[in-house]
């Protein structure tokens, strides 16, 4: 395994799209392309040492020469420590190659590519250099635009301004019409740093204008916004706001750019347009955190704002002092038949998040005698029984609910009140109470959604106390009354408990039942193990990612032509002239191939969407994109082919069904999989859920890479395995990726004696939790999902295992 450099640069400082996601085959043009054959995975042995003994003497030995790797192979080596992230190895193969005098093409790709590693290593220099030696050596290749581009990229890494911008000049009078969006942006970018504001204005103009997909042009836009502000062109500025609320529909990202003009206008002494637009916000985005400063701002100045618009605007916030000052203000000023019931609700729940909850209830109670045909009035019986749940007055709460239900049975909120009633008594240590109000909601409102859960909640709760005959009812009567994955859950159960007292033939009928319910899902996963006689997660005997891909090709493009009813015989993946001319996937292509991987991506989307029920062209799209690397927006094509059909995964021809449930870097995974006793299968079913194979997948928390580890996780697994240097952003290596993860699952594993749910709990959950979750279920796999208390960890356990079935019928040897 080849580990980070000691001494690493991050290119992400200038461009997050520097990142560039390896590739096998550089696309160049839009042409169709053929299937991509297997990958042929390089493997190395290392002979370990015996046991330490004395050796007898020997002769010295003849040395053999070193063999000389050929270069197509040294280049195909190269090509997959790209694409692994193991940029280091990939140099070294390539440089290997460039010593050698090797064919002109092999050269070519070597110099091209050596310049791509250097690149995503964070190396400038080196991939300025490498980059040179192939634009020099080969000037009329293919990739000499794209060299230039690259080569731009790593001048500003370097910040060689005037350079940089001559590579992007050069590529654009090289390769006009394609990216021009971008490339003068990179243009903008290198003038603005060489100080040439007026240049890069225009240069950032052209970018607006040459076309973009819709979300980076509005970022673009709002970039250029800050460059005019800067210049003190305030008019300039809030044209270019302007520009973005034309097109945004987004409430949230709308009340943000109005914002921003608000305040660009102020700032430029407009005073009085500004203002009338913070006015604006407060109308029109009320619920947003915008209109809580507008109002505040014009507040300061002296501009009047009506005391229920601020009451309301300061409650969404979060102001609730400022909210019961303006509602107790509002209502002085009018007689109580022209204060909205709205307020009293409001005013109520401000009260309650500040501890006053008699204050809370008083103000609830106003509805309830003032306002008796409000649509609020039922809302505010409601929150007098959550008030009082709050306060720790669970009985109150309790009695409060149930004579919502007995004295307002006509109103929705009844079905509320009576659940709640049945929850507060379930996790209060009551569960005879809890079933019979349950049971008594769903005798009394049987469509709701209340009802349904409240089943569930009574028929665990009665699997729970031993009473198996009651559980089998409750969730008879819920199979009976749900649909999809509800359907399935209760027929599961149904199986489950006829099974258990011996009567199969109710069993076998239940659970396929469950299996018909929601194919692919964790419950017809579940129920299909179950009918089979295998554990949970069971492992197959062997694996096998090599197929005869020719022929299952043939075998899908008949199944699709049977399927859509398409007439003739000439091939379907071939991406149609449609396809071909189609704008958005020329420029994710392009960009693509110049390592602008965020912004090809949204190309990709968009075109993803658009044939999204069309299987054909989805299918001509997710063999492209699966041709050229870009994997995740690949199974998303792949995925949209299976759903067009109406079919499940595993009743697609399986060359569909790997589109959808690809085993990419399987050659790592194996690798890292065998070292920590993980089931490869678990890994990619794992690494399918966290990113879908995206090696640039960044969430929320921090969670970087194919297995999604957060920051503080990944540095104690650095630790445990002695990886050097390390820094998070190794993570969107895919080498590295997998490692981290396979590292973490194993240990989980580990510490859960092979439990996999419980494993699977504690990589997304943290151990002590999952570890809580197992106790209570007692090692009942299906009473583990019950126990989860947390909705996501919930699903994440649950997709796991029905990716893991889709993948063990896919690539397992049973």
């Keep these: 395994m080849v580990h980070a450099a000691a001494r690493r640069r991050d290119p992400s400082r200038f461009y997050q799209h520097l990142s560039v996601v390896a590739l096998l085959v550089l696309v160049l043009a839009l042409t169709a392309c053929a299937p991509q054959e297997p990958l042929v995975i390089i493997v190395t042995a290392t002979d370990l040492p015996g046991p330490t003994s004395t050796p007898a003497p020997t002769a010295t030995p003849t040395i053999p020469p070193t063999p000389t790797i050929a270069p197509e192979q040294l280049l195909q080596m190269g090509d997959q420590a790209l694409l692994n992230g193991q940029f280091e190895a990939a140099l070294l193969d390539y440089q290997s190659i460039l010593g050698m005098g090797a064919a002109a093409d092999l050269s070519a790709a070597a110099a091209f590519n050596a310049g791509r590693a250097a690149l995503r290593e964070g190396d400038f220099t080196g991939a300025a250099a490498n980059l040179t030696t192939f634009i020099t050596n080969f000037p009329q290749d293919a990739r000499t635009p794209q060299a230039y581009f690259l080569r731009g990229d790593a001048n500003m890494g370097l910040s060689q301004w005037a350079a940089a911008l001559s590579d992007y000049q050069t590529y654009l009078s090289l390769r006009p019409g394609l990216i021009d969006s971008y490339a003068y942006e990179r243009i903008g970018d290198a003038q603005l740093a060489l100080g040439q504001s007026a240049e890069s204005v225009a240069s950032y103009n052209r970018a607006v204008n040459a076309g973009r997909a819709l979300v980076p042009l509005l970022q673009l836009r709002e970039r250029l916004a800050q460059i005019y502000l800067g210049a003190g062109s305030t008019v300039e500025a809030v044209a270019q706001y302007d520009a973005i609320l034309q097109v945004a529909r987004n409430n949230p990202y709308r009340a943000t750019i109005e914002y921003a003009a608000a305040d660009a206008l102020i700032d430029g002494n407009d005073i009085s347009t500004g203002y009338a637009r913070l006015q604006s916000i ?89 306002y008796p045909s409000d649509p609020l009035f039922g809302q505010a019986l409601l929150e007098q029984g959550r008030t009082r749940f709050l306060a720790g007055e669970i009985d109150d709460a309790i009695a409060r609910y149930q004579e919502i239900a007995r004295t307002y049975g006509y109103l929705p909120e009844a079905a509320e009140a009576l659940w709640r009633a049945g929850y507060l008594h379930g996790t209060n240590d009551r569960p005879v109470e809890s079933r019979q109000i349950f049971e008594q909601l769903a005798d009394a409102y049987p469509d709701t959604e209340q009802a349904r859960s409240g089943l569930f909640l009574a028929a665990a709760a009665a699997y729970n106390e031993g009473d198996a005959n009651g559980a089998e009812r409750l969730y008879a009567r819920l199979a009976v009354s749900t649909t999809g994955e509800d359907q399935a859950a209760a027929y599961l159960w149904v199986g489950r408990l006829a099974a258990a007292r011996s009567d199969q033939q109710t069993a076998v009928s239940a659970l396929n039942l469950a299996i018909q319910a929601a194919p692919d899902s964790y419950y017809s996963a579940r129920a299909q193990d179950i009918l089979n006689g295998r554990d949970t997660f069971a492992r197959p005997v062997g694996y096998n990612f090599t197929f005869d891909e020719t022929a299952q090709l043939a075998e899908a493009e008949t199944w699709l032509r049977q399927r859509f009813q398409i007439e003739g015989e000439a091939p379907l993946w071939p991406l149609s002239p449609e396809l071909q001319a189609d704008a958005r996937l020329i420029r994710g292509n392009e960009l693509w191939a110049v390592g602008a991987v965020d912004a090809a991506k949204v190309e990709f989307g968009d075109v993803i969407d658009a044939y999204q029920s069309d299987a054909v062209r989805s299918f001509q799209i997710a063999l492209f994109l699966r041709g050229i690397g870009a994997y995740q927006p690949a199974v998303l094509a792949g995925a949209n082919v299976i759903r067009a059909a109406g079919v499940s995964t595993l009743e697609a021809p399986p060359y569909l069904a790997r589109l959808r449930y690809p085993a990419y870097y399987a050659d790592l995974v194996q690798d890292a999989a065998a070292r920590y006793q993980v089931d490869p299968l678990l890994l990619l079913s794992l690494i399918r859920h966290e990113s879908l194979f995206d090696t640039y997948a960044t969430a929320g928390a921090g969670e970087k890479g194919l297995t999604q580890v957060i920051p503080g996780t990944a540095e104690y697994i650095a630790q445990q395995i002695n990886w050097p240097d390390y820094q998070h952003s190794d993570l969107f290596r895919p080498y590295a990726g997998i490692e981290f993860g396979a590292f973490f699952l194993g240990e989980n594993l580990g510490r859960f004696e092979g439990n996999v749910q419980a494993a699977l709990a504690g990589y997304n959950a943290g151990p002590g939790r999952a570890a809580n979750w197992l106790s209570l279920s007692g090692g009942d796999p299906d009473q583990f999902i019950t126990a989860i208390t947390i909705d996501s960890t919930r699903t994440y356990v649950q997709r796991i295992y029905g990716f893991y079935t889709i993948y063990r019928a896919l690539y397992g040897v049973m």
Excluded: H
């Excluded at 401000?350 to 501890?355: L, M, N, P, S, T």
């Design 282 to 370: 407060i109308e029109l985005y009320p619920d947003r955190p915008e209109a809580y400063n507008a109002m505040q701002r014009l507040i300061q100045a002296g501009i009047p704002i009506d005391d229920y618009q601020r009451g309301q605007i300061s409650y969404t916030y979060g102001d609730y002092e400022g909210a019961i000052n303006a509602f107790n203000t509002y209502s002085t000023e009018r007689p109580i038949a022209d204060l909205p019931a709205e307020m009293y609700l409001l005013l109520g729940r401000a009260y309650r998040e500040i501890g006053n909850p008699t204050a809370a209830v008083t103000a609830f109670q106003t509805i309830i005698d003032q």
